[in-house]
């Protein structure tokens, strides 16, 4: 298994690296912002002082900026996807294929799927792209 970038995607992701000395594993485009995943521990590199680093990039490439922290982990790193929100992550597997259930104060909710379900559709792919997850069901 392997991401498979595009030319603009590689792009983004070098100027990211570049900016913020973090590793980056993955990068996502969607209409309005950019999600970066970074190795594990580089977190805080890739925020900056005070968020300076994700302010920079922001600023070049004019789009909004999320970064997600990966983990080799299925569990921890749909929790990474969704923070700040807490959520109570649950991998079950059937027919040999994996599922993430998602328990959310329902006051959250909302926030979880986002806009149109933009959020729940980004930590689907990202999931998918990382871990071969088949579906994220929210409770």
């Known amino acids: 298994m392997g991401v498979r970038l595009s030319s603009e995607s590689i792009r983004y992701l070098t100027l990211f690296e570049s900016i913020t000395g973090a590793s ?3 990068c996502m485009v969607q ?5 970066f995943v970074v190795k594990k521990g ?4 890739a ?3 005070g968020g300076i680093n994700i302010e920079k990039v922001k600023e070049l490439i004019g789009k909004r900026i999320e970064v997600v922290e990966h983990s080799d982990d299925p569990i921890k790193f749909v929790e990474n996807i969704f923070k700040p929100i807490q959520v109570d992550v649950k991998l079950q597997e059937k027919d040999e294929k994996k599922f993430i259930q998602i328990t959310v104060n329902p006051q959250y909710k909302g926030l979880v799927i986002g806009k149109g379900g933009k959020n ?3 930590a689907k792919e990202l ?4 871990h071969e997850i088949e579906d994220i069901l929210i409770k």
């Open 42 to 45: 580089d977190m805080g590199a």
């Open 47 to 49: 925020i900056g002082k």
């Open 127 to 130: 999931a998918r792209r990382h």
């Open 24 to 26: 980056v594993k993955d």
């Open 120 to 122: 729940i559709n980004k």
């Open 31 to 35: 209409d309005d912002k950019i999600v």
